[in-house]
């Protein structure tokens, strides 16, 4: 997920900027995309550390949908159009980090 922020996440303009170039705008509202790499990072500190890793990847894979969802109340669906590569790179890998962390931590250690 780190990784998809330096990606192209919306066409904007003519151009295709990346989470991390998002942050560079002249709104306060931009800032909110440094929620996304921040809880993936605190994500990969849980699983180095071996605490917290069921909430730390729940939270780091719902975050990226929260961001969806209040950027779609701002801008409305027409955001949905304009989302490149690495925005939904981005959503795919926070699925992946929600399913994993319900699922594998749902098994009993034998």
Known sequence: MIGCFFLPWVSLLGGAPSGFELQKLPS???GYVWLIPGG???ACLAVVAKVGVRPAALVAGAIPYLA????CSQYGAVLL??????????????VV???LSLFLASKPKS
């Open 81 to 94: 159009n304009s989302l490149q590569i690495g925005a939904w790179l981005t959503l795919i890998v926070a």
């Open 97 to 99: 980090m929600l399913m």
């Open 40 to 42: 993936a990072l605190l």
């Open 68 to 71: 969806l969802a209040y950027y």
């Open 28 to 30: 306060n509202q931009v």
